[in-house]
């Protein structure tokens, strides 16, 4: 079972250069979201997707972009680096609906730094 | 704006020990509390709460929920240093978009 499975490890970019972070999860989940974790500071909300077609803006979204064309796949892409974005960037998804699925799965995350 | 405190947010004991890690929240429309234990990598699953008073168990590891002081306790009895991590409280809001709220996270270090 490979579950979630983010895609670089880790990079270093130059300030305004773009990259895109690839996120893609093989349980047909249908919420998708991308978190990032700064040391000592918790996981903040980027941006998320309850389905194919549809995105959301989170609680931090500006720099960054994201689209969903399949149920699979949820990229989520940095225009324009900055030394802000430094950071470990992780994608989860988890089912719709239902008591039982409030399980976010997660990916082993991608570590990011921007100089 | 959905609140999620933990405390202490570090926390050194010895092998054996006894730890209660709190976390309180300010949201609206609770549907759910969670926590998560991360090591080096991503956080994984603990439990869901969400009733009020109800004990989850798995192991040395337990957890309750106060709905009318919102808050929640993670309880590790006769901790090992494999226990050494950071665990996470998140609190889903409710909606259909199901946003979870992270906490900043407790680092528990428990030396040998």
């Known amino acids: 079972n490979a579950g979630v499975t983010q895609t670089p490890k880790f990079r270093i970019l130059k300030i305004g250069q773009s990259m895109t972070l690839q996120c893609a999860q093989d349980?047909?989940?249908?919420?998708m979201y991308w978190y990032r974790q700064d040391p000592g500071m918790g996981l903040k909300l980027i941006y998320y997707s309850v389905g194919a077609g549809i995105t959301d803006k989170g609680e931090v979204p500006n720099g960054y972009n994201v689209s969903r064309s399949t149920t699979e796949d949820f990229p989520l892409r940095l225009e324009l680096a900055a030394p802000s974005q430094t950071s470990v960037y992780f994608c989860?998804?988890?089912?719709?609906?239902?008591?039982?699925?409030?399980?976010?799965?997660f990916g082993e995350g991608s570590r990011l730094t921007v100089l | 704006e959905d609140k999620v405190v933990q405390s202490p947010l570090s926390l050194v004991v010895h092998e054996g020990d006894t730890v209660t890690l709190n976390c309180s929240y300010e949201?609206?429309?609770?549907?759910?509390l969670l926590w998560y234990k991360q090591e080096k990598k991503a956080p994984t699953f603990l439990f869901m709460l969400?009733?009020?008073?109800i004990e989850k168990k798995s192991g040395r590891l337990s957890s309750i929920l106060d709905k009318k002081e919102l808050f929640s306790i993670l309880n590790i009895t006769a901790t090992q240093t494999g226990d050494s991590a950071i665990y996470l409280c998140a609190v889903n809001s409710g909606g259909s978009n199901y946003k979870l709220t992270f906490g900043k996270g407790t680092l528990l270090t428990v030396n040998p």
């Open positions: 349980m047909n989940h249908n919420y």
């Open positions: 989860a998804s988890r089912l719709a609906g239902g008591p039982n699925t409030g399980e976010l799965f």
């Open positions: 949201v609206t429309n609770f549907r759910s």
């Open positions: 969400t009733s009020s008073g």
